[in-house]
């Protein structure tokens, strides 16, 4: 019946929450310089059953709130992408993107010359690496402004 599911779900969702707040307090949140200043943000489908944030502050004593994606996007987001359900994908989308930005300003950065002459093998392996590298950056790359447009056209 319903009201089984419903205890089962309620059980095992219970269930996670307490794993999660036992690796926060593992982590010593409690500490100053470790403290969780944005408290627990849930994202994803689960984060849409009803009254999960209210378990998690019972749970936990932690401030908790929904992650939506469109917090960190342009605005007149479409209202089926704005769902918690895409939050966790676009923030991936996200720190990926800066990994790659940080990524492109290391390898603009100057190579010393001692150093490039005594390691003329190593950077001919660098340079096919390299390459290699390129073309999956244009692959990201393309996929990423396919997926800006993609959320800039939902409008």
Known sequence: ???????????????IVEQVYLEIKN???????????????LTGGGSQLKHLKQLVEYITGMDTRIGYPNE?????????TTSP???TAV???????ENQMRASE???LPHDDVEDNAQEDENVEEVVEEK?????KRFFDKWAEKFKEFLDNAE
Request: charged share 30%; aromatic share 4%.
């Open 72 to 80: 960190h996007l342009a605005g007149d987001s479409d209202s089926e």
């Open 1 to 15: 019946t319903l009201k089984n599911l419903s205890k089962i779900i309620h059980a095992r969702v219970v269930e």
């Open 85 to 87: 359900m895409y939050a």
């Open 132 to 136: 290699e590298a390129k073309d999956k």
């Open 106 to 108: 290391m390898a603009q």
């Open 91 to 97: 923030g991936l989308v996200l720190n990926s993107l």
């Open 27 to 41: 982590y010593g949140h409690e500490e100053q310089k470790k403290k969780l200043i944005g408290g627990i943000v």
